[in-house]
């Protein structure tokens, strides 16, 4: 079962910026974190979750919702097991809390628990 467990959330004012991380482990046997696409998602109160970002698994394509496109900026490090979310300008829409999501060879999905992120004044 994969472990995917997300860190960098917390309390930002208008305007500023973070980075969110996630480390991935737990693999299954005979695949590594670059088998997996790996993909950021984010539930904002009363709403339904919604794609952020996504990383193909030779982390050469990454693709954005055109509702944050030129503010988050997705990557990987292989050799970290990890994958990160930089987000900029940040407004109090985007307050929410934002998961990580590993779709494996079968196309099962594995989530994170989330990390809160508060744009707030």
């Known amino acids: 079962q994969v472990q995917l467990v997300e860190s960098g959330g917390g309390l930002v004012q208008p305007g500023g910026s973070l980075r969110l991380s996630c480390a991935a482990s737990?693999?299954?046997?005979?695949?590594?974190?670059?088998?997996?696409?790996m993909s950021w998602y984010r539930q904002a109160p009363g709403k339904e979750r919604e794609l952020v970002a996504s990383?193909?698994?030779?982390?050469?394509?990454?693709k954005y919702t055109n509702s944050m496109k030129g503010r988050v900026t997705a990557s990987s490090d292989n050799a970290k097991n990890t994958v990160y979310l930089q987000i900029g300008s940040l407004k109090s829409e985007d307050t929410a809390v934002y998961y990580c999501?590993?779709?494996?060879?079968?196309?099962?999905?594995?989530w994170g628990q989330g990390t809160q992120v508060t744009v707030s004044s």
């Open positions: 999501n590993a779709k494996d060879f079968w196309s099962r999905d594995h």
């Open positions: 737990g693999f299954t046997s005979g695949f590594t974190f670059s088998s997996y696409v």
């Open positions: 990383i193909s698994s030779t982390g050469r394509s990454i």
